[in-house]
Structure formats: structure tokens, C-alpha cells
């Protein structure tokens, strides 16, 4: 019976296209969209596999994020909501690159290998983004689900991170939140709500903002979550879906660019936002009166929201372990300043959600963020508990029990399962609307070192390799050598190469304290590898 089943797997209209190997990469397969069909259609087979080795609901997500409108991409998300662990990104990379005359036996191979009881419910929760070749993808997902007798669990258009969620609730039987969308909603919305209570603006804190949707998923979620949120706060979105996904547009472009979005009204010294295709990634931004952009990245959210977390467990007398983790895209500025200002660990791990998903549990109170704007905050189960005590402990004071009903707020409104751009939008408002600041007083944090990206196109970027979280070469031999060499002429220089996992490319970084020295100094280093 089931050698049967498994011989219907073989599926005319998804037989493999194409010869070159592709990898389950830091956001799983990401290439042209035309070249993904089949690819989706083993993965559908993978997440059932997956499901039943795990007994849980998985979560398949198609979406290429900040990535031009013709690439796509699918990721598989595990039942906590995390990345898919990394030894089956292996499997799904030999699955993917099988032979077709192979498919059947590589899956009875899997089988037999992961142990897994085929007598077992498989339930996927799938999810797409705007592109236009997303539901085409889905149904070569769905197709692969079906045959190995999954259950598909649609919920259309949504942003990266309410996948995420979806997956976490549904396999914690609600603890977390009700698996809907609108469950999705009303937990981050009625938190927020809760904690600005009637006082809608604060000192220099107005409820306004300006945000580029990057003309993704991210504008019909903010459209969504206006409603909720009624008057406590006024997104203006732009880049709303009309125009071409992530052109010009978005949080990786202005964050590499370090330029606002087009197809925007700017208006100095207002707050901005720029949020990704996929509604994961998030910056904030203003421009002055002499039109001088300014950019708050990850580095500057993670520092914020770190330095008021520290302040409200001051204020409720609760200890607790927290710790910061980064990449080394970090701004040297913003290490230091968690390091000798906040005096809380900042830890770095190599670029890729999980490195820093992963590090961050192992706090009390992880905070992670990507440079790019990619982060939340973790808390562990034992400090929420803890928490929630506190706020109706009768031998605690007023002042305590309020910071503690705060922090509780603040822990609804997060979404702990991934990096989430609308929730840490609500968490960097609810932050800036306590301290009663504009984005100017919060930009006075620190200063961050000029800094800048290149991404050099190579034949084969895996002639580099990198140890020591991405910031040392190792091969080719010499290279490491000659980079130090460069950058050891600049103050408070810093300069690292490593091949990008989501594209085919060598990225650059550099940063140094003179604006004027930066080109020279990362073209040097971009020379090294060009
Ligand atoms: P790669 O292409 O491996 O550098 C990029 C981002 C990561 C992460 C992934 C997934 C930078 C420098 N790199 O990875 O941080 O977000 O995409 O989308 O921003
Ligand atoms: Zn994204």
C-alpha cells in the first residue's frame, strides 16, 4: 500500500527542469521564479515527511522577501516556528536535486532513514506573498502535500511572520494566540492599545507615521492592522502594492542605499518606516531640514528597545539575564554602546535568522537583531511567569506592579516566533511614545560609524569560506591577511568578505570613523576578491 503511494509520486507536470545543483540556503530556495515549480512540488513532499517525523503542523512559506518581483523562493518552517533544523536543510537539498528517476526511492530513503511513521497526520500550513507567481508555486506545493496524503491548511496572502505565528499557535493549542489570522491581529493591537491607553501623543512623540510598504504583502497587513488599531496610532502607507515589489523601494534598499524609497512624501523630521517585501525586515528613517537622510537600522531598534526593557525591570525590581546578539553587520558603534553604555552582553553569531534566533534563547531576555532590521525579542516561559505575578503581587508597590503590567503588554505585542516588522513597529512606537521622543532624540543614542555594502558577482562564490561568524576568511589563503592589512590603515576600521547565502554573490562590508575614507577603503577590499 504504501509502495503504491509512494509510486504516484511521480508527477508529469513537476518533473525536474533543470541540471544545476541549488541549495536550501539562510532563507531556504530562493532562485527565478520559473525554475521553482518542481521545487515546490518536492518540498510539498518534504513538509509532509516533516510533519509526521515531528508530529506537528509545519509551515511552507513562498516568498523571495526583499528579492526582485521574477526571483521566488520557499522556505519550510518547523513547529515552534523556527528555521527548519539545519540537518534536514541537507535533505531537502539532496531531495531537491534528485533525478526524477530517483525521486521515489530518495523519499523511501528518507523514510527509512528519519524513521518516520507514515501511519502519522501530516498537517501544512502554507502561506504566500504578493508575487505573481506565488500561486502557481502554491498549487505544485499543494499537489506534492496531497499525494503523500497531507493535509494543506491555506491561508492565502500573508506576510512571512504570521506564517510563522499560525504555525506556533496551532501547535501550542492557542497558548500562544488563536491560529488566524485575526487572532494574529487583536493580540499585538489590543496590547499596544493597552499600554498607550487614552494618551495617545507624549511630549515630542506623535502618533503618526509615514511608511513605504516596499509594495509587498506589508501594505495589506498595515492596512489590517490600522483597523485595529482605530486612532492610537496613523499609518500613512505608501508603496502600498501599486508599483513593482521591493523597486526602489523597501528595507533592503533603503538600508544598502541608505536613501529613502521612492514614490514617497517626505516630510522633514517625520518619522518613516520601511518595511521588506515579505514584512519581516524593518528601518526606520527621517530627512532633515537640508534634506540629510538619516537611517535607524536594527542596530539602533535592538539598542532602544533593549535600553527600555533594562529600564522597566529596574522599575519592577525583577532580575533577569539579558542579552543582545547581532551579526557582524552590526555597527561597531552600536556594540559599544550595548556593551559599555547598557552593560548587557552583545553577542555575535554568523548572518541568518536561526544563528540568532538560536544564541538569543540562551537568555532570559534575548533580544536579537540583523543590522537590516531583522529581529524580536525572546522571552523565556519562566520569565513570563514570573512576570505575570509580579503584576498582581499585593506586597509589590504601584510603581512595580505598573513596570511589571507593562512588560507583560510589551511580551503581547512582540511576536516572538520570527523577526516581525509590524510588531516591532508597534514595540519601537510603544517605546519612543513612553519616552516621549521624536525619531531626532531617539537617533542621539549613538553615532553610527559610516558604513557601507557591495555585493561583487564571482562564478563561484564558494571559494570563500569564513570562519569566526562570518568575519574571517579562510580560504582563499591570504586573503584574511591582505583584508587586515587594508584595514588596519583606518581609524576604528573594520572590513569583512563572505559569500551571501540567499544570492550569487560576495558581499562587502566596511566601516570606518571618516565618512570620506569609507569608498577607498571597502573598494580595496572589493578589489581583493573582484
Ligand atoms: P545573505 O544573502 O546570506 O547575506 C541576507 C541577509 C541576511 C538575512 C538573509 C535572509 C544581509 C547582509 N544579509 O543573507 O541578514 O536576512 O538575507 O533573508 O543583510
Ligand atoms: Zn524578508
Not at 15 to 19: A, D
Not at 238 to 245: A, F, H, S
Given at each position: 500500500m504504501e509502495h503504491f503511494q509512494l509510486k504516484n509520486i511521480l508527477n508529469i507536470k513537476y518533473?525536474?527542469?533543470?541540471?544545476d545543483n541549488i541549495q536550501y540556503g539562510t532563507a531556504g530556495f530562493r532562485t527565478k521564479a520559473n525554475a521553482l515549480e518542481y521545487i515546490l512540488y518536492r518540498m510539498g513532499l518534504l513538509a509532509v515527511l516533516r510533519s509526521k517525523v515531528k508530529n506537528a503542523a509545519i509551515g511552507l512559506m513562498i516568498t523571495a522577501s526583499h528579492n526582485i518581483g521574477s526571483d521566488n523562493g520557499v522556505k519550510l518552517i518547523d513547529p515552534a516556528g523556527e528555521m527548519l533544523e539545519a540537518s534536514w536543510e541537507q535533505i531537502a537539498t539532496n531531495l531537491v536535486n534528485v533525478e526524477d528517476a530517483n525521486l521515489v526511492s530518495t523519499i523511501e530513503h528518507i523514510i527509512k532513514e528519519e524513521n518516520i511513521n507514515m501511519s502519522v497526520d501530516a498537517i501544512v500550513i502554507t502561506g504566500r506573498d504578493t508575487r505573481e507567481s506565488s500561486p502557481t508555486l502554491l498549487n505544485a506545493a499543494v499537489t506534492g502535500i496531497e499525494v503523500l496524503y497531507g493535509i494543506v491548511q491555506d491561508f492565502g496572502i500573508v506576510t512571512t511572520p504570521q506564517l510563522h505565528y499560525l504555525v506556533v499557535c496551532t501547535n501550542t493549542k492557542n497558548n500562544y494566540g488563536n491560529p488566524t489570522l485575526h487572532g494574529y491581529y487583536i493580540k499585538l493591537s489590543e496590547a499596544f492599545k493597552h499600554v498607550r491607553?487614552?494618551?495617545?501623543?507624549?511630549g515630542q512623540y506623535v502618533a503618526e507615521l509615514l511608511l513605504d510598504a516596499a509594495n509587498g504583502v506589508g501594505g495589506i497587513a498595515a492596512k489590517e492592522f490600522q483597523k485595529y488599531l482605530g486612532t492610537t496610532l496613523a499609518i500613512n502607507i505608501?508603496?502600498?502594492?501599486?508599483?513593482?515589489?521591493n523597486y526602489m523601494c523597501g528595507a533592503d534598499y533603503v538600508k544598502v542605499q541608505q536613501v529613502p524609497p521612492v514614490n514617497f512624501s517626505l516630510k522633514s523630521n517625520f518619522r518613516c518606516v520601511s518595511i521588506d517585501g515579505d514584512a519581516d525586515r524593518i528601518v526606520y528613517f527621517y530627512t532633515d531640514e537640508d534634506n540629510k537622510f538619516h537611517l535607524l537600522d536594527g542596530d539602533k531598534i535592538a539598542t532602544l528597545i533593549a535600553e527600555y526593557l533594562k529600564e522597566l525591570l529596574k522599575e519592577s525590581h525583577l532580575s533577569f539575564q539579558l542579552g543582545l546578539v547581532q551579526t557582524a553587520y552590526a555597527n561597531g558603534s552600536s556594540t559599544d554602546y550595548i556593551l559599555n553604555v547598557l552593560q548587557i552582553p552583545a553577542i555575535c553569531v554568523s548572518t541568518g535568522i536561526k544563528h540568532l534566533h538560536n544564541k538569543a534563547l540562551d537568555f532570559d531576555i534575548g533580544i536579537y537583531f540583523e543590522a537590516n532590521g531583522h529581529g524580536t525579542v525572546l522571552f523565556k516561559e519562566t520569565v513570563v511567569k514570573t512576570i505575570k505575578e509580579a503584576v498582581i503581587?499585593?506586597?509589590?508597590s504601584t510603581n512595580e506592579k505598573e513596570a511589571a503590567s507593562k512588560l507583560l503588554n510589551i511580551i503581547n505585542m512582540i511576536n516572538q516566533t520570527v523577526g516581525d516588522a509590524l510588531s516591532d513597529m508597534l514595540l519601537v512606537e510603544t517605546i519612543l511614545h513612553a519616552k516621549g521622543w521624536d525619531i531626532m532624540e531617539w537617533e542621539k543614542m549613538y553615532e553610527d560609524l559610516p558604513n557601507k555594502q557591495l555585493k561583487v558577482k564571482v562564478n563561484n562564490k564558494s571559494i570563500i569560506t569564513t570562519a569566526n561568524a562570518g568575519r574571517q576568511c579562510i580560504t582563499p589563503e591570504g586573503l584574511q591577511d591582505e583584508i587586515d592589512k587594508i584595514v588596519s590603515q583606518y581609524k576604528k576600521g573594520r572590513s569583512f568578505v563572505r559569500p551571501s547565502g540567499t544570492e550569487d554573490i560576495i558581499r562587502i562590508y566596511a566601516e570606518c570613523e571618516n565618512l570620506c575614507d569609507l569608498n577607498k577603503l571597502i573598494i580595496d577590499v572589493a578589489l581583493l576578491v573582484y
Open positions: 518533473m525536474k527542469k533543470y541540471s491607553q487614552k494618551q495617545i501623543n507624549n505608501y508603496n502600498d502594492g501599486n508599483g513593482e515589489l503581587n499585593p506586597k509589590r
